[in-house]
């Protein structure tokens, strides 16, 4: 079979192929009748997908009798999930934190692991659905919100435009009828959401969202050369520098997670790893976009 020809294979038959990958390169191993019972497929169908997998990806699996399975080869190469560690880790995460069902993933047997972590209350679906409606038709909303940094008003009326997320939690990034203004909304805090209807704002005059900048990253110099290689290895800088490309609303975000936003040497240089070389720059964009926001929606309220 040729590329253009795997091209076109039926999507049913593309991830039945997946599921053989998937089993070989993360457990070693898989037989037959795990393909037929996954998929809800006959014995002679898996027969036939195990024979095609064969054929795209010749010397990844051999047959092993004594376990009555095919396993993987030492010569193996992961022909359609690729070689990211991302899919199998955020799975397995999901799984042990209760939020994805194993039955729903492709694992057979899990590694033991545990997640340590303090969860809060989970979205309400029907709130998560409104607010995706909103963004789909660019609607503002009637919520009932409880804020922890701005109004003790509950009641609140917001133009959702996107979502965000950071540290664990959902944002709805959305303009506040009452501050005139762009905001991020935890979703686990709406309570109550209500009568939407037409935006009278467009969302292209959130300038923080709209823009982004490099935040130019480095280990702290206050550490040991030996400890700020190994930071540099673990966040792939190179030459000492990792440029992340983040939209001005969520620099906020990342600078507090890593305590970017402390000025050197106001902490244990093991409790703030990295430092970010454009604070200033960074700090300076982000008040800049904030203001031209400002400016462009109160241009809009008064014409």
């Known amino acids: 079979m040729t590329n253009e020809d795997e091209q076109h294979l039926r999507w049913g038959v593309r991830r039945r192929l997946e599921f053989i990958d998937f089993r070989l390169f993360w457990e070693g191993r898989f037989n037959r009748k795990a393909l037929a019972d996954g998929f809800g497929i006959s014995s002679q169908q898996a027969s036939t997908d195990i024979a095609q997998y064969e054929a795209l990806a010749p010397g990844n699996l051999s047959y092993d009798a004594t376990l009555k399975a095919y396993v993987r080869t030492p010569g ?141 990253l480095a280990p702290n110099p206050a550490l040991s050369q030996e400890r700020q290689e190994a930071v540099a290895i673990e966040y792939e800088m190179t030459d000492g520098v990792r440029k992340l490309p983040t939209r001005l609303s969520l620099s906020f975000y990342l600078m507090s997670e890593f305590n970017l936003d402390v000025e050197e040497g106001k902490l244990a240089p093991e409790k703030q790893q990295l430092v970010l070389r454009n604070r200033t720059e960074v700090e300076q964009a982000r008040a800049a976009a904030r203001q031209m926001s400002k400016e462009a929606l109160a241009r809009v309220a008064n014409s």
């Open 76 to 216: 193996f190469k992961p022909r359609f999930i690729g070689q990211s560690t991302d899919r199998f880790l955020l799975q397995l995460a999901a799984v042990e934190s209760d939020w994805m069902r194993k039955e729903d993933t492709w694992f057979d047997a899990l590694p033991p692991a545990e997640v340590v972590g303090l969860s809060s209350r989970k979205t309400d679906a029907d709130h998560l659905l409104a607010v995706l409606d909103a963004i789909r038709d660019r609607t503002e909303l009637n919520i009932e919100y409880h804020s922890m940094t701005g109004s003790t008003t509950p009641a609140r009326t917001v133009a959702p435009h996107a979502l965000a997320h950071s540290k664990g939690r959902w944002y709805a990034r959305s303009w506040s009828r009452e501050h005139n203004d762009f905001r991020d909304y935890s979703l686990n805090r709406i309570h109550r959401v209500s009568d939407p209807r037409p935006c009278p704002v467009d969302s292209k005059l959130d300038f923080e969202w709209a823009h982004t900048i490099n935040l130019i």
